[in-house]
């Protein structure tokens, strides 16, 4: 059954509303981190109290309340912006963790708790090393975090091949773009969005393969009739690291002199996505995921929506060079050396993933159809520029009706990719 955002936003905010104390030495004031159940399904918030000598108030998005606390239990009521009320909310805190239970939306019963958020350990943001032991092939919240990192954190570490094969040529997993991760990052909540500075993606082997022959839902029926498929061709690569470019190891005639320019990239970058779904790691959509956009690339930065708590972050799938489309299903395919720095924007998302390089934003739209992923990526494109360059509909318009590009990322995976962007140089003067 769907449940309209308002709905599951209204519920969210319950966990807002239930506070409780240690004696009257313990004060509230300040930012917890919330979750409540109702029906066995976590919702998570962020919330920031004020405590002022025992009277209770606070805001968590659309929601404020405010109550009184007594001895060790603290009572709220909860109400949204416009005057409408949520909730009634009692707890206790115990050992630096409130529990409680409320009554929401009349008289449903829920329980909930709350926590401070992760301090960072002292020192500066960190450099992080994980090497991996085991790789996954389903974006979920399921999986065990791999590491916790806080924001501003850095990480190094390396991918298998979609094949599973490391930089020595060793099988260290199945087939099905075998990832890195999960990476758990410290703060994030739902209704955030994580954001990845990729620093470095580099080659670690001079070795890929590649797909032969061409997707047969992306040419007409009578092309793909009269295809035939060359008999004992080997679509391995050899990669020279220190020219930039990629030639088959073993070539046709006509193919001797065809070389191909290295552009290493990343085809699958996501976080678990919502609810208690679990994607193959072949999968895409608003978590990201198996994206393939040959744009993710050294020194991008990618913004992706956070589902669950720490977002828990995937890497993998590593492309030496890609066409856009990945039109045969397979790029050059290879294990990848990678580091990146995460950050967190708090209480601010998207409905697609979003990327920036030093020349432009660009705005993803996965959907079913061609058409759909258009409409998605213009419209997550056409929000950006009214956000951030509080632009109106018809400003937006003429901005996008004259600057606006399309790249086709994804053509052969579950769903289609399609990216609109614009170039920073067309927005600069929007600035002044």
Known sequence: MYFPR???????????LVLPVIGAAENLSGTWEFTIMRFGEPMVRRATLQDAGGKISGT????????????ETVKLEAHFLNGRPLGSFSGTLLEGVMIGTAKVFGDQPATWTAKRPAQRPPG????????????????????EPVMHVHAGDTVTTWTV?????????TRRSLGGNPL????????????DTLVVKFNRIRLNRDSAESGDSIASDRVTPDYFKEVKPLEKFESQWRLDRERGTAVLAHPTERLKNFSVKLDPMLGCVGVAPPGNQSFQSGH?????????YNQIREGVTLYLPVYHTGALLFVGDGHAAE??????????ETSMDVEFTVNVVQDQSSDMPRAENADYLMAMGVGNSLDEAVQLATTELARWLERDYKLNSTETAVVLGTSVRYDIAELVDPKVNVVAKISKSALAPLRQ
């Open 6 to 16: 308002w709905r599951t936003e209204r519920f969210a905010w319950v966990s807002v």
């Open 60 to 71: 968590s998005r659309n929601v404020k309340f405010e109550g009184t606390m007594q001895g």
């Open 124 to 143: 500066m943001p960190t450099t992080r090393r994980f090497t991996p032991r085991a790789f996954y092939r389903a974006f979920s919240s399921s999986i």
């Open 161 to 169: 091949d979609a094949g599973g094969v490391d930089a020595n040529g």
């Open 180 to 191: 890195t991760g999960p990476f758990y990052i410290e703060g994030a909540l739902p209704g």
């Open 284 to 292: 895409l959509g608003s978590f990201g995921g198996n994206m393939d």
């Open 323 to 332: 066409g856009d489309g990945e039109l045969t299903g397979d790029a050059l």
